[in-house]
């Protein structure tokens, strides 16, 4: 376990280590994202920031707060619904595009998009459901279509559910008949990590991980919910998170402190919230068996179809 003193000391380090990084976030307009934005602008002299949300006009308060944060860093928005694969595709070429203007490769990636349905299965113009989409699907496009930008001993961070892999549905990889908050939670994250070992596999000078950011306050529960059950999270489960979770600012600095660490320099990884590496069971299994190939065959069959639409 790493503390969050080890933490903040390590990053304020990077100061007189890393003048300048490339750095493009996705989910990032609140919560875990936005606060590791604010980390990656304090702590880097001159980052850039590649940040892709829905709205500029939402957003725009929190562009002024990073420029007074770090006023000699570059921070450029490009709106985009990312719930299609389509859009991600576009606003990919936006990204390379605006990377080629500036001559930057990227150094990092963080993908904290997605919420969580507890309304049933919601199908998108995609076929596929909008939160695992978010959650799952989109994540491992960005990877794809961003590794060719990226610096070498880049890294890809995906916010979201290490070390709590859990079985798969083998006959049902996209849950088209078995959707559930529990399936819907469990068996993409194992199936990210699979993907994230498939990447590090072809891409072996760069890492991949997938981080458990742990019991954090975001109000994403009451976002995520509608009806009775949003009022509960909204005005009882949110209130009760807040005295026992962790703050997202917090959590920011972890999830920038573990895409910058010696320790996790290559490879794919699947951390705990305090920064540990687990392989539960579940994970093990697939790994023995080889099923990434499986989770890799699937994706491009989801994607082609997605673009042919």
């Not at 999270?233 to 972890?254: C, F, H, N, Q, Y």
Request: aromatic letters at 8%.
């Amino acid at each position: 376990m790493v503390a969050i003193r080890e933490v903040r000391a390590a990053n304020a380090s990077l100061k007189s280590s890393k003048q300048s990084l490339t750095a493009v976030f996705t989910g990032a307009t609140s919560g875990i994202g936005k606060a590791t934005v604010q980390s990656f602008a304090k702590h880097i002299p001159q980052p850039t920031a590649i940040i892709v949300g829905r709205s500029q006009k939402a957003f725009a308060p929190e562009l002024e707060n990073l420029r007074s944060i770090n006023p000699d860093g570059t921070y450029v928005f490009l709106e985009e619904d990312i719930s299609l694969i389509k859009n991600i595709d576009a606003v990919s070429q936006r990204i390379a595009s605006t990377l080629q203007e500036k001559s930057l490769k990227i150094d990092l990636v963080f993908l904290s998009q997605g919420y969580i349905s507890f309304n049933g299965r919601e199908t998108n113009a995609d076929g596929l459901d909008t939160s695992v989409s978010l959650r799952y699907y989109g994540r491992v496009r960005f990877a794809q279509n961003l590794l060719p930008y990226t610096a070498p001993e880049a890294r890809i961070v995906s916010i979201l559910a290490g070390g709590q892999e859990a079985t798969i549905i083998e006959d049902d990889l996209a849950l088209e008949r078995n959707y559930s908050v529990g399936n819907a939670m469990g068996h993409p994250a194992c199936m990210l990590t699979l993907s994230w070992d498939a990447f590090a596999a072809q891409n072996s000078d760069k890492a991949f991980l997938h981080v458990f950011p742990g019991l954090t306050s975001t109000g994403l529960l009451g976002r995520s919910a509608t009806g009775v059950l949003g009022l509960v999270m909204r005005w009882v489960v949110e209130p009760i998170l807040k005295l026992t979770a962790s703050k997202p600012e917090d959590i920011g600095e972890r999830m920038f402190y573990y895409a910058t660490t010696e320790e996790f320099e290559k490879g794919s990884w699947s951390l705990d919230w305090d920064g540990t590496p687990k392989e539960n069971a579940v994970l093990k299994g697939y790994r023995e068996r080889g099923f990434k190939d499986v989770v890799v065959e699937h994706n491009e069959r989801v994607f082609e179809r997605a673009v042919s639409r």
